[in-house]
């Protein structure tokens, strides 16, 4: 049988995971032309405000629903989003409250809470920004900051 060859499974599994690595580097790429050459973006609710703890976060989609972000609380008032993709290649994000830092599980890479720049690592770019409006208990993302 063609599954029994060692030398096939291994091609399989470098197409499945080229196609993977591929598809996630697109995605980060999209948010990134997204961010440097678009505008207005439709806002959607993506949280309730007091459904995160001071020092939590949540994760959530912007603008699309294949577009994974991160929106922060650092401080009581203070809600801070960015697009969740590290700009090296593409991996998620976490967010280390305790450093204030958004780490890079892959290679090191390390951003900054408070504007999404690099502060360490390979990424070449700051994160996206995705702006957040409060609208009473809503927290609404309106768009994406221009780099
Ligand atoms: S993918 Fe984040 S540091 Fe390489």
């Given at each position: 049988m063609l599954m029994e060859d060692p030398k096939l499974q291994r091609r399989q599994v470098t197409k499945i995971l080229t196609f993977t690595g591929l598809a996630a580097l697109a995605g980060g790429l999209a948010m990134f032309f997204r961010a440097r050459f678009s505008g207005n973006f439709p806002p959607r609710v993506?949280?309730?405000?007091?459904?995160?703890?001071?020092g939590g976060s949540k994760i959530f989609t912007y603008p699309t629903d294949a577009e994974p972000c991160i929106l922060l609380?650092?401080?009581?008032e203070t809600y801070v989003a960015y697009s969740?993709?590290?700009?090296?290649?593409s991996c998620p994000v976490f967010y280390q409250a305790g450093e204030n830092r958004l780490d890079c599980p892959c290679h090191g890479g390390s951003f900054s809470v408070?504007?999404?720049?690099?502060?360490?690592?390979?990424?070449?770019r700051p994160l996206p920004r995705i702006l957040i409006e409060r609208r009473g208990s809503d927290l609404v993302a309106t768009g994406i900051a221009a780099s």
């Open positions: 993506v949280a309730q405000a007091e459904e995160i703890p001071v609380r650092p401080a009581p969740r993709l590290c700009t090296h290649a408070a504007d999404g720049s690099v502060l360490a690592g390979p990424p070449p």
